[in-house]
């Protein structure tokens, strides 16, 4: 005689919804890279993966932060359901201003599109999509600075380093690349790469913090 198992279908959404924080840089790198590699006149040293958003075929670069930016949206509400309620609405936020920076294009770099000088002017455009990047940056730094205290709260003074020394890469990596323009692109990529790492390892630690759905395995 088979027993019946209570299943908790709110520990399994919450589960559900932290997974999207694992996919959600690859997803995003990997396409970013793709695309890159195949676009004529980008240069990683030069440009930033949304200049991709520009020219012929721009929809895939555009397409590609929309649908990363949806994935970690989802992902922090999946954190605020798992007991990080501060670190939820930081990494959604982070989520939101993804989805806004793939509405506005940014301004047109040396090199890319090909033939481009760069803009002369800051567009309107431009502008939204960058000030959308300094509030996504800012509140995923948020983010790991207050991952760093739940953490601590839990006994876990590693993680806690670790993650508040995220936040300080990816904060630092942002302003010292939008200050510097090209000559600071690595500082830039360094923030990107930090920041989906951590959202990754951070996603993954809450999602053991979530009790497993089938009641009798807890």
Partial sequence: ?????????????????????????????????????????????????????????????????????????????????????????????YGAAMVASAIFPPDPMPGFPPGQDGATTISVSGLLHFAFGGIGFTALAVAAFLLGGWLARHGERGGAVWSRAAGVVILVGFVGGAALGPAGMGGLWLAVVVGFLWLLLASLRLYRAVPHPEVARR
């Fill in 1 to 93: 005689m088979e027993q019946d198992t209570e299943f908790d279908t709110a520990a399994a959404v919450t589960r559900s919804m932290l997974g999207w924080g694992v996919v959600a840089g690859p997803f995003y790198l990997l396409v970013g890279l793709v695309l890159a590699l195949t676009r004529e006149g980008f240069d990683f040293a030069q440009h930033p993966l949304s200049v991709l958003m520009l020219g012929d075929g721009g929809w895939m670069q555009v397409t590609n932060l929309a649908l990363s930016g949806a994935m970690v949206l989802v992902a922090g509400i999946g954190a605020a359901r798992a007991g990080a309620r501060g670190t939820g609405i930081a990494v959604g936020v």
